[in-house]
């Protein structure tokens, strides 16, 4: 069988830095993107930094006929799927537009697959599915999962449950990785995150207001049970998080029973560390004001990282100083 891997969405944020590690491994990656948050000259970006030319079809997920055009031209060894919409507070305003893209998406290729008997799937879940932990702040893959807060996780949490179901009666390999808070950017600043709009998210709108882009950054809240009262988060550097997905791709699992892993560091940090370890990275200083707590925010969240760590022998290698500064060099890079 060949190396190729199917990216969904792999014209995104996690998508293109995942692309880039696939090619160093040895993979073949062939993205299909809608485009919907995503420039097509992320591909030429992803092909500088690889010196490697990768197969793109602009189509949508939810539409068979671009899934058959791909199943049919490549033999896909693997599916790694990104595509979906994640603003959660979108979500909100617009619930049926996450049902249909995050669940109608997922189940157009999951029938996709089973007709082109492609067995292999790794599906890009988020630790929102674990709410506000209530037996202290880390979390394990066997945490018991917490009613979803937003339609955004909603869809996350079905999308879980259907593969999982899916798994007890066919020979799909479901890996789902649990994704805590994804940050930064391609050391080469060749490729990063492109928020549409106002970002939502705390490193964009830091590194935004940084670049005089925005008035000043909005601290939701300090007056949490946290050791500084900011809300305390397990920020992950977006390649380590690509490497994570070359892990899942080798590991075998156990049929019928889809394997969950977190992909976190397993340090927890607040706002302010965050904002302090971004003066230290970058000697620049971030202008900000204490506002009142957002709706619907947890206190405090982190990962477990045993088990990836040992079962796939990954571990991150980025400090949360690193993870700053390439965000710096991104943010410095976009005009
Ligand atoms: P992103 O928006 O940058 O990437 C998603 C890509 O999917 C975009 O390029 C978009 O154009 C594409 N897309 C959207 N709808 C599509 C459709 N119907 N057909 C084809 N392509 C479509 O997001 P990201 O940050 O790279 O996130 C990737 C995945 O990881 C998503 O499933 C997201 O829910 C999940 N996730 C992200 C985070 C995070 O903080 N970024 C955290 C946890 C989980
Ligand atoms: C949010 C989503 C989560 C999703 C993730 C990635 C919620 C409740 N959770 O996570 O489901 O997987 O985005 O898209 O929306 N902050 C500020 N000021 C800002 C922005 C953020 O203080 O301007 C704080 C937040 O209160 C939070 C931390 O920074 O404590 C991180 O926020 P954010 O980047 O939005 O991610 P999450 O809320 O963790």
Redesign the pocket.
């Given at each position: 069988m060949g190396n190729n891997i199917l990216l969904t969405g792999g014209l995104g944020y996690i998508g293109s830095h995942t692309a880039v590690e696939l090619i160093l491994a040895g993979y073949e990656p062939i993205i299909l993107d809608n485009l919907a948050n995503s420039k097509v000259e992320v591909l030429d970006q992803i092909e500088k930094i690889t010196q490697k030319k990768i197969p793109f079809f602009q189509g949508d997920v939810r539409d068979e006929e671009a899934l058959q055009s791909i199943f049919s031209a490549h033999a896909i060894q693997g599916v790694i799927h990104f595509a979906a919409l994640?603003?959660?507070?979108d979500s909100v305003l617009q619930p049926l537009s996450y049902f249909d893209v995050n669940v109608g998406g997922l189940t157009q290729l999951l029938k996709s697959m089973q007709k082109f008997r492609v067995e292999k799937l790794i599906f890009s879940s988020?630790?929102?599915v674990y709410g506000q932990p209530t037996d202290g702040w880390a979390v394990s893959e066997s945490t018991p999962l917490q009613e979803p807060?937003?339609p955004?996780?909603r869809t996350k949490r079905m999308n879980e449950e259907m593969i999982h179901d899916i798994c007890q009666t066919s020979r799909l390999s479901a890996v789902f990785l649990r994704y805590f808070?994804p940050v930064g950017a391609h050391p080469s600043g060749l490729i990063g995150e492109l928020p549409l709009g106002v970002p939502?998210?705390?490193?964009p709108?830091l590194t935004q207001t940084v670049a005089g882009k925005r008035d000043a950054?909005?601290?939701?809240?300090n007056d949490y049970s946290t050791p500084d009262g900011?809300?305390i988060?397990d920020y992950i550097h977006v390649v380590d998080l690509a490497k994570a997905h070359v892990g899942a791709l080798g590991f075998e699992t156990i049929p019928h029973h889809p394997e969950i892993f977190n992909v976190g560091t397993g340090k927890g940090s607040s706002?302010l560390e965050v904002i302090s370890a971004f003066e230290r990275a970058t000697g620049m200083k971030v202008p900000y004001e204490i506002g009142p707590k957002?709706q619907?925010?947890?206190m405090a969240v982190f990962a477990n990282a045993q088990k990836i760590s040992e079962k796939l022998q990954w571990n991150p290698q980025y400090s949360l100083e690193d993870m700053m500064e390439h965000a710096w060099n991104w943010e410095k890079n976009q005009n």
């Open positions: 994640k603003s959660v507070g988020s630790c929102t807060t937003s955004y996780g808070n939502a998210n705390l490193v709108f950054l909005t601290i939701f809240g900011t809300c988060r706002v957002r619907g925010d947890v």
